[in-house]
């Protein structure tokens, strides 16, 4: 049984968020239709409706809830509910917000490890080549995850069909893209954009 | 100076302001007996060269209010004032007339102790700035200097 | 006349057959497609669920680079990439506390006077206009146009009609001589980024589109998305496993529909670069009587 | 020479204890043009009006001003007094020293000169006023009301039965509006026509309503009590007079597929047709654009079988003009149609129906007899969903308003549905039920509690057809938010109400404002909601904003009663603080330069634009504003934007406010 507090530590998640990304979240009067049209609704743990209420309540507990949920992981930014949404709530843009605060206070959801372990790979990737290398993401992939024979019946035949060209195509100056990349990392934390 | 007692001239609409007024009084609500009330029908009404007669006869500050947004007993009026005194504040400013002076306040009819309130505090920073005479004491050599000061700058 | 090009990652990789039938297309039309100098990744998913910076800074990159080569307009066939692309452009041009900063990280200026084209976009301002000319077979068979999110969401992006049920891809295979078919699943999301990390999930959404297709005799899905492509295509095991049944509908890319109307040689459209056979599309083919 | 007479009160205790009023008399009778001054215990009170009354007559006094309360609370008294006295009642002023004086301020020097000041203001422009004579305005004792349905029924009747003649404007070729589509009505489920069509025929046959059925305003000018109306009566083809309703002319016609507006397009008509079977008039109209004969030239079946010869194909639109003293606006609404929702299926779906469908599927008169059917192949439905707030409270669609109505109606719908078919199932998604009024909440508790209808709280995503069902893809807030998926054979959209489509032409047509979703704005939201804020001109129904049938009903009883107020005398009498444009002889001599600023920022459209014409010639000499006193409500507005002085205020001048500052300011305080 929760009771609301008005002790919230300052800025609170909501406050936050409502900084860094074009939402409010009181615009959402819970009607739910993300949650009726979202692809993953099944396979979520807090729906999308609910991860709006949990912010508009910050009730104690719930921001930890947010962050360690797996529909943060899981939502594939299909715009489906914003799409359709009467307050027109960029739903989408909230996830993103909670996945990089939940890798912030890494709070990440034990079933999201992979998720966002290819999210990763993916970047050290581009970092590498400044263009993505099926072969080497999947190889990368692989590596952090541990799951080396997913797909392994593919390879062959992905290769023959030339799918797959394992001699990285890389950007000239890679440079330029590693310093973009630390440039950004060095700016963390202090992320807007409306 | 400290025994200066500003003279202040209050321009209100008959609907909301005047009636305030009557209530702040009603109810007995004491404020600074420095004020005038001049009654409009309604803010609309008010030209604003009479706010220039008021300074130039003397006031050393002027109140104008009326109805509160959407409440104008003519729809509307308190709007055309708001506007005209937006533009008109604007050329005081460029001029180089103090339009801290000048206030602009909406004060309905349920709002009296809001009138006594707003009476006292126009009436200390009047006090404050003392008696206004840029406009008896100006002549026009000086008030050219002040365009050209402006337009040169 | 000159169009920029940002073929992106995958139309290098798993869905080079993309890039290969757009080029084709183009040229068979008299379209000359310039490819951006030198581009990089736009990020796609994993940039905007990590980093909000470098999904607009990655995109930024490219975009000044094809400003710096005097294009006016870039084509990006792919779903993914026009999506980040465009929404790195519209934060920019929107917020001139994100350019200053994006500008920093990239370390180059940013206009903003490149315009974005969807693949639709192209084909509809390059290709219809010469196209009929060109065209000499009738594809001859029902087929499910299937859009998935990023060609129909978020509306401001991707200046669809109708986003709900868009007629944009349906326009082009009525030329190409097929006949679209009313589905409910057109603009259902595919799995699209999940395809290595989450199976599961890629197999249980793309086996609900597929078998609606299905269901509604289409005997082809086209597509403009790589990843809706190789989600629907090289998937099909897993999606078997899910459906407990065989679904053998082949995949096209709605350059290599077109192609084929235009009479090019299906090995030029890397049409034998399918998981699922794409014999059953091309069987169907007549000449188009004059 | 100006003889002024001041009289200060001591209202009691209440000036005299903290102002001076000894002084402030004698002060006052110092003053240019004062003639007498006095104060005394209780001006109001019968010896002090008559110690006013005496004073004007023994001293010759030219205006009065009576220091004491405020004018708002006395004013009226002293200018009867003034009146009595002898002198122009507008020539009596009052000085506020009670309410803005001396129960303000503690008594001290101060105080007593503010008194003095006031006084001082207010003899100014005592001396400034001159006689003003209160407006008269004759009243045209004639109604018109637009809109045949329910609210305009209502007001037309009320007010025809209070005695007074009204015109009835009504566009469609019947009167009935809205309510005659409706199956049975909440919350007693009694049948809509029934209930109405007797209203119908008693505004046919009242003596003193005149109907214009398919006719449209074309234009109002005028002011309260006298407007001037043109009515367009659209060419009906058939003449009223000759034919009979006998009906063989639409029997025969041979255009027999043209979408039914009445059933809400489940039906067909012919392009020669009555609307529907109880229509009042219940005489055909032809529909040219849909007729052969007007179209294509050939047919003039329904001339050929007609057996009084009343067809008449030469028949033109006729505009007539009308005098009426005052308008009731009853135009009422429309409701969004299901091609407004993508995700619902883009109105492709033929069983995803709106509410008024709905009504007529269920209703005994309907296309399938009150049987509800689906529309596509006309089989029983044995699951429905009935989706609420569909549109309404939808700011990404552009309506941000609750329709009011729908939560009631949907109720309806799914209870008569339970009533026809006891094993079938009704769902309703919806977000809050909005049930206030009477025995309302009870009704919606009866639709879940007897006739057990499922209520599930949670807007629908989407709709989509599969093998024949429709799959409507909801959820349960209230249970977790489970994603629903609800197989039904049919879908009902609760539909927003909006404004009809020619609302804004229709408000610009009569100049009363609107808001921006085009419903009709009233004067004030609280205390003068039937009012518009063009004087005379009423409001009624849901051409406002969305209403059920009691509430659209006690609002025309409510606009027929202020017409009757406004009837109950031969002229009305306004006050005389009005503008005016200074003219003077020739008239081409006015200093109004025909800017028309005026015009634009006059609230009530009160500022005419008048051509000064040469008398012989008849050339134009010069453009000038003239204002309308009827409308006129004395603002002032128009005067403070006058750029050259040109229109004054009265009782307000210019020459009266500024002496009035300059009276306050020239002696020191």
């Known amino acids: 049984m929760h009771k609301p507090t008005n002790t919230t530590h300052s800025p609170s998640l909501k406050k936050r968020m409502e900084q860094e990304i074009d939402v409010i979240a009181s615009h959402c009067y819970q009607c739910g239709k993300c949650t009726a049209g979202c692809p993953l609704n099944e396979d979520m743990d807090i729906m999308p409706n609910q991860i709006l209420r949990m912010l508009q309540l910050e009730l104690p507990g719930y921001e930890d809830k947010l962050l360690s949920s797996l529909s943060i992981w ?93 001699i990285p195509d890389r950007v000239h100056n890679v440079k330029e893209i590693e310093k973009i990349f630390n440039k950004v990392r060095e700016n963390e934390g202090g992320t807007k954009c409306k | 100076m400290p025994d200066f007692e500003p003279k202040i001239v209050a321009f209100v609409c008959n609907w909301c302001t005047y009636a305030g007024a009557d209530l702040a009084g009603t109810s007995r609500t004491k404020y600074a007996p420095n004020v005038r009330i001049v009654r409009f029908p309604c803010t609309g009404r008010i030209d604003f060269m009479l706010l220039m007669k008021a300074f130039e006869n003397g006031a050393d500050g002027v109140i104008i209010s009326g109805c509160h947004p959407n409440d104008c007993h003519y729809t509307s009026g308190n709007f055309h004032a708001r506007r005209r005194w937006i533009t008109f504040r604007s050329l005081l400013d460029f001029i180089g007339f103090d339009i801290d002076r000048i206030t602009f306040s909406w004060v309905s009819a349920a709002e009296g102790r809001k009138w006594a309130e707003l009476v006292d505090e126009v009436t200390n920073t009047i006090r404050a700035k003392g008696p206004f005479t840029e406009i008896s004491t100006l002549d026009s050599s000086k008030l050219k200097q002040l365009f050209y000061d402006e337009i040169t700058k | 006349m000159q169009i920029g090009f940002y073929p992106g990652c995958s139309l290098e990789g798993s869905s080079k057959e993309y890039s290969q039938s757009l080029l084709a297309v183009a040229e068979k039309c008299g379209v000359t497609l310039e490819e951006i100098k030198d581009w990089s990744c736009c990020g796609a998913s994993a940039a905007h669920s990590l980093n909000h910076d470098l999904s607009i800074a990655l995109p930024a990159r490219t975009l000044a680079l094809a400003e710096n080569q005097g294009m006016t307009e870039v084509v990006i066939p792919c779903a993914a990439c026009y999506g980040r692309m465009a929404a790195s452009q519209k934060a920019m041009l929107e917020d001139a506390s994100v350019l200053k900063k994006t500008q920093g990280f990239i370390d180059m200026k940013f206009l903003g006077n490149v315009q974005l084209l969807t693949v639709f976009e192209f084909l509809q301002k390059y290709i219809f206009p010469v196209a009929d000319q060109y065209i000499v077979n009738k594809l001859n068979q029902k087929t499910a146009c299937y859009y998935g999110c990023l060609l129909a969401r978020p509306k401001e992006l991707t200046k669809l009609e109708r986003p709900e049920n868009p007629m944009e891809m349906e326009a082009v295979m009525e030329k190409a001589g097929a006949t679209p078919i009313d589905w409910a699943f057109k603009t259902e999301c595919c799995g699209a980024g999940f395809s290595m990390s989450r199976t599961d999930i890629v197999a249980k959404l793309s086996g609900r589109i597929l078998e609606d297709a299905a269901d509604r005799g ?47 040689p299906a090995k030029d459209l890397g049409l034998e670069n399918h998981f699922v056979s794409t014999g059953k599309a091309v069987s169907c083919i007549v000449k188009k009587e004059a | 020479m100006a003889r002024i007479g001041v009289f200060i009160c001591h ?100 105080t007593t000169a503010k008194a003095i000041d006031i006084v001082r ?47 009835m404007v009504e566009k469609a070729p019947s009167i009935g509006g809205h309510m005659s589509q409706l199956s049975e009505t909440f919350p007693t489920l009694d049948c809509s026509q029934c209930i109405l069509t007797p209203r119908m025929v008693e505004v046919a046959q009242h003596p003193n309503i005149t109907l214009h059925t398919f006719a449209e305003v074309e234009s109002v000018s005028g002011y309260v009590g006298n407007f001037d109306v043109q009515v367009r009566l659209k060419a009906k083809s058939v003449d009223m007079k000759l034919c009979t309703g006998c009906g063989s002319c639409w029997q025969k016609c041979p255009n027999k597929k043209i979408p039914d507006e009445f059933n809400a397009g489940l039906s067909f008509r012919t392009a020669i047709y009555t609307p529907f079977p109880q229509a009042v008039p219940n005489k055909p109209v032809i529909d040219r654009a849909n007729c052969s004969w007007f179209q294509k030239g050939k047919c003039g079946v329904c001339k050929k079988v007609c057996p009084v010869g009343a067809i008449n194909y030469e028949m033109e639109d006729e505009i007539i003009d009308i005098k009426v003293g005052a308008i009731v606006t009853a135009t009422g609404f429309d409701i969004k149609h299901t091609d407004f929702f993508p995700e619902y299926g883009y109105g492709e779906f033929k069983d995803v129906i709106d509410g008024l469908q709905f009504e007529r599927l269920a209703s005994a008169s309907g296309p399938t007899n009150g049987e509800i059917r689906r529309p596509s192949d006309g089989k029983i439905p044995e699951k429905i969903v009935f989706v609420a707030c569909a549109g309404s409270r939808d700011k990404a669609k552009g309506i941000e308003y609750c329709s009011k109505i729908c939560c009631m109606y949907t109720a309806k719908h799914a209870m008569m549905y339970k009533h026809k078919n006891h094993d079938g199932e009704a769902y309703v998604f919806y977000m809050d039920v909005r049930s206030a009024g009477k025995n309302y909440d009870e009704f919606v508790r009866r639709a879940v509690e007897e006739d057990d209808v499922q209520y599930i709280r949670g807007r629908v995503s989407r709709i989509y057809e599969k093998n024949g069902k429709l799959i409507v893809k909801g959820v349960d807030t209230l249970m977790n938010a489970e994603p629903i998926e609800i197989e039904a054979d049919m879908v009902v959209l609760a539909t927003a109400v909006v404004a009809n489509q020619d609302a804004e032409s229709v408000a610009q047509k009569m100049h009363i404002s609107y ?72 008239p081409q001599f006015t200093t109004c330069t025909g800017c028309l600023l005026c015009m634009e920022v006059c609230p009530y459209h009160a500022i005419e634009r008048e051509e000064i014409l040469d008398r012989r010639t008849g050339e134009i000499l010069k453009v000038a504003a003239r204002v309308n006193a009827g409308l006129c409500q004395g603002c002032g507005t128009c005067v403070a934007f006058c750029r050259n002085k040109s229109i004054d205020l009265q009782g307000y001048t210019n020459q009266q406010m500024l002496s009035e500052v300059i009276a306050l300011l020239n002696k020191p305080f």
């Open chain 4, 121 to 167: 203001m207010m003899v100014q422009k005592v001396k400034q006023d001159s006689k003003l004579f209160p407006i008269k305005v004759p009243v045209i004792k004639t109604a018109l009301v637009i809109g045949g349905g329910i609210a305009g029924i209502q007001a037309a009747l009320d007010i025809a039965n209070a005695g007074h003649k009204v015109i």
């Open chain 3, 218 to 264: 289409a005997e082809s899905i086209i597509v403009a998305c790589p990843m809706c492509q190789s989600n629907l295509d090289l998937r099909r095991p897993e999606i078997k496993k899910q459906l407990k049944k065989d679904i053998n509908i082949p995949v096209l890319f709605i350059t290599q529909a077109l192609g084929l109307s235009m009479g090019i």
């Open chain 1, 74 to 166: 899981l939502c594939l930014a299909c715009d489906t509910c914003y799409s359709r949404c009467p307050q027109e709530v960029k739903l989408s843009q909230v996830m993103d917000f909670l996945r990089q605060e939940s890798v912030r206070q890494n709070k990440v959801n034990p079933k999201a490890k992979d998720i966002l372990k290819f999210h990763q790979a993916f970047l050290e990737t581009i970092e590498k080549n400044g263009k993505l290398n099926e072969v080497w993401l999947t190889l990368n992939y692989k590596l952090k995850t541990l799951n080396l024979l997913q797909d392994i019946n593919k390879a062959p035949s992905m290769f023959f069909k030339g799918k797959l060209n394992p």
């Open chain 4, 11 to 110: 209202c009691g205790e209440n000036i005299s204890a903290t102002v001076d009023v000894e002084k402030v008399a004698q002060e006052a009778a110092k003053l240019s043009g004062v003639a007498f001054a006095i104060d005394y215990k209780y001006m109001c009170s019968d010896p002090g009006q008559t110690q006013i009354i005496e004073a004007i007559k023994e001293h010759k006094l030219t205006g009065i001003v009576v220091g004491a309360c405020s004018p708002r609370m006395h004013e009226a008294t002293f200018r009867k007094a003034a009146e009595k006295g002898g002198i122009n009642p507008y020539l009596c002023e009052m000085a506020n020293l009670r309410e803005q004086v001396s129960w303000v301020h503690a008594r001290s020097e101060a």
């Open chain 4, 515 to 586: 808001d921006k979703h085009h419903f009709f704005a009233e004067a004030h939201p609280k205390l003068r909601p039937v009012e518009t804020n063009t004087a005379g001109i009423m409001l009624a129904g849901a051409c406002q904003t969305a209403k059920d049938i009691p509430d659209a009903v006690s609002q025309a009883s409510a606009a027929a009663s202020k017409v009757m107020g406004l009837f109950s005398s031969d002229e009305m009498t306004r006050e005389p603080v009005v503008a005016v444009v200074n003219r003077m002889m020739p």
